[in-house]
């Protein structure tokens, strides 16, 4: 089996990676720009991998709101031109999407299975919407699996870092830390997903699926249990989102519920309190 990573250079493709069983070609967006179908449908073409995976995407959320075209080129038009290359070289295509394609329902306080209807509140996840339904439509050997608040050693390239090590520099630099209350989802980390996603992928039923650590907290919660686990006590307090004044929308509520995996029988990821602790001693050893 072989397999082509897009976006190889991101907190969840270098994760991904060494995880995939199997001859892996790591794409980076030097070698694979989204938002260059012509030369993405060569390069891949030359390679005639078994499976591609596309960890990458355009993650600015804030930004979007005022770019569209540029959050579109990448994360729907780009992903249509990977999927209809895909279906033609005859490969299957992993497409990774994530909780904020949900959000309209201000109510919710249940999780979202795969079933449940999207309702994105925000540009970036309007454009995440698209490119799955383009991959469902135009490659039908297809796995789309949505993910949320993800957190990894190697941090997101496009947001400089994650919330985990963003909380633990500014608590050691003394900072006050005001953090979104209102918020709630499921921090996942990366080497979870990636084991999960590789399992996943082998059993070859392909489809829609919901891939999270288990359980769910606010951002707030989060924060907590980072200073609780590294013995910090730094100036926290809680805010609203509308008090935090972000440029795009968040849901209030945004927990996947691993309904698809279930019925497979892929056992749930590990609560995120243990994947975080988890994490927090992978980069210690990392130092
Ligand atoms: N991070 C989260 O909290 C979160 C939550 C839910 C779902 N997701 C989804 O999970 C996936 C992985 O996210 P991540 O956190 O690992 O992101 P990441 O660390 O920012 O990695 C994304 C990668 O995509 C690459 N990329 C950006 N534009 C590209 C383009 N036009 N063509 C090819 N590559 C391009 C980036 O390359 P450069 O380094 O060159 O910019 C980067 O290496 C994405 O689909 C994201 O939407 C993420």
Not at 45 to 74: H, I, M, S, W
Not at 131 to 144: D, I, N, Q, S, T
Not at 188 to 207: E, I, M, Q, S
Not at 259 to 286: D, F, M, N, V
Request: net charge neutral; glycine share 10%; hydrophobic share 40%.
């Amino acid at each position: 089996m072989t397999y082509a990573v897009l976006g190889a250079a991101g907190q969840l493709g270098r994760d991904l990676c060494p995880r995939l069983a199997g001859d892996v070609v790591p794409l980076t967006r030097g070698q694979a720009d989204l938002a260059r179908p012509a030369e993405l449908a060569d390069t891949l073409g030359a390679l005639r991998p078994d499976v591609v995976v596309n960890c990458a995407a355009y993650n600015f959320v804030d930004r979007a709101e005022t770019e569209p075209e540029a959050a579109f080129a990448v994360n729907a038009w780009g992903v249509r031109a990977l999927a209809i290359t895909c279906r033609q070289l005859d490969c299957v295509l992993v497409h990774v999407s994530s909780d904020y394609v949900f959000g309209l329902e201000d109510n919710r306080r249940t999780p979202y299975a795969e079933g449940d209807a999207p309702g994105p509140v925000s540009i970036y996840g309007l454009s995440k919407l698209a490119g799955e339904y383009l991959v469902r439509a135009l490659c039908p050997r297809h796995f789309v699996i949505r993910t949320c608040g993800l957190y990894g050693v190697w941090g997101s390239g496009g947001k400089g870092g994650n919330f985990v090590e963003t909380m633990l520099d500014r608590a050691r630099q003394g900072r006050a830390l005001r953090v979104v209350a209102d918020q709630v989802c499921t921090p996942t980390y990366t080497v979870d997903l990636a084991a999960a996603l590789a399992d996943l992928v082998a059993t070859g039923r392909y489809g829609l699926y919901h891939l999270t650590n288990a359980g769910c907290c606010s951002w707030l919660g989060f924060a907590q249990a980072i200073f609780q686990l590294e013995g910090l006590r730094p100036d926290l307090s809680p805010v609203t989102s509308r008090e935090y004044g972000a440029a795009a929308r968040r849901p209030g509520y945004s927990v996947l519920a691993p309904t698809a995996s279930t019925a497979l029988g892929l056992p749930p990821l590990r609560p995120w309190q243990e994947a975080l602790a988890a994490y927090l001693r992978e980069r210690q050893a990392k130092k």
